[in-house]
């Protein structure tokens, strides 16, 4: 076996609704086709692959589990930090020590952390 590379993640959520508000109106993913499974869900697209899929259900006590937080390439750090505050999201911005990679961490509607990264070359919002 041979890892060819990271195919999907998946977050647990009992607030559909928000949760598909958070990644599609705030991150920008866009909704598409998923498979008639048997519970609620979505299934959330970048870059024409359906890296995140959005699945209704009864959360765990610890919304992180073993995984600390799911990371996303991501451009235009000024609108990015613009929508965040928009919707009320905290979220914490900084720069990644050595390499200069914008980074925003934040939090879904059900807990999970989220990491998006931008490049050093995109200029430094004024009002973070």
């Given at each position: 076996m041979a890892i060819q590379g990271m195919n999907h993640f998946n977050v647990l959520t009992d607030k559909l609704a928000a949760t598909r508000s958070f990644y599609v109106g705030v991150l920008g993913f866009t909704e598409g086709p998923r498979p008639p499974l048997d519970f609620g869900g979505a299934w959330l697209y970048a870059g024409g692959q359906p890296i995140l899929h959005v699945s209704e259900g009864k959360l765990p006590a610890d919304p992180a589990g073993?995984?600390?937080?799911?990371?996303?390439?991501?451009?235009?750090?000024?609108?990015?930090?613009?929508?965040?505050?928009?919707?009320?999201?905290?979220?914490?911005?900084?720069?990644?020590?050595?390499?200069?990679?914008?980074?925003?961490?934040?939090?879904?509607?059900c807990g999970a952390k989220v990491e998006l990264d931008f490049s050093p070359e995109e200029s430094a919002p004024t009002d973070a």
């Open positions: 073993v995984l600390d937080h799911l990371a996303f390439s991501a451009t235009d750090l000024k609108g990015t930090v613009a929508r965040l505050k928009v919707n009320g999201i905290k979220f914490t911005l900084r720069r990644q020590v050595g390499v200069g990679t914008w980074q925003i961490f934040c939090h879904d509607p």
